[in-house]
């Protein structure tokens, strides 16, 4: 399954600058999910992250991971149509390469345990073939509160 940026805004509730998944091209619930980042010059925090050696922040390349583990969880607990929350619980990170503007930011999410309303998922992140960042990530869902 593959997803375009409409669909993760349906998914997720993140929204520009924050959301860091541009598309899903790989998805198989319970199995793994592949995701993409463009970097861009554009993007705000480069304006002043390093203005003279623009890197993205490893916070961000984290972040990025978690969203892409939340897609992958949505379609492996067979959450469709529901508003959801997401808490992070524990996040363990290994940075291995800096990520700079230009590079596009290849996310892998696999699973190490999900269980009905949580998850510990692994996550990679490669630029090319190279690996610049790997997290153990733990969360929680709710279900979202729907205020009109």
Not at 48 to 76: D, R, W
Not at 103 to 131: C, H, N, S, W, Y
């Amino acid at each position: 399954m593959k997803l375009d940026i409409r669909e993760i805004r349906e998914i997720i509730p993140h929204r520009f600058p924050f959301l860091l998944i541009d598309k899903v091209v790989e998805c198989e619930p319970n199995q793994r999910l592949v995701a993409v980042k463009n970097v861009s010059v554009n993007e705000q925090f480069f304006v002043g992250h390093f203005p003279n050696e623009k890197i993205m922040p490893g916070v961000l390349i984290v972040e990025a991971m978690a969203q892409a583990a939340c897609i992958y969880f949505y379609y492996s607990k067979n959450m469709q149509g529901k508003n959801l929350v997401y808490y992070l619980a524990k996040v363990t990170a290994k940075f291995h390469a800096p990520v700079v503007p230009g590079d596009q930011l290849k996310i892998e999410v696999t699973t190490l345990k999900l269980m009905p309303k949580a998850g510990f998922l692994r996550t990679q992140a490669f630029v090319e073939e190279k690996l610049v960042a790997q997290a153990q990530i733990g969360f929680s869902i709710r279900d979202a509160i729907v205020k009109n």
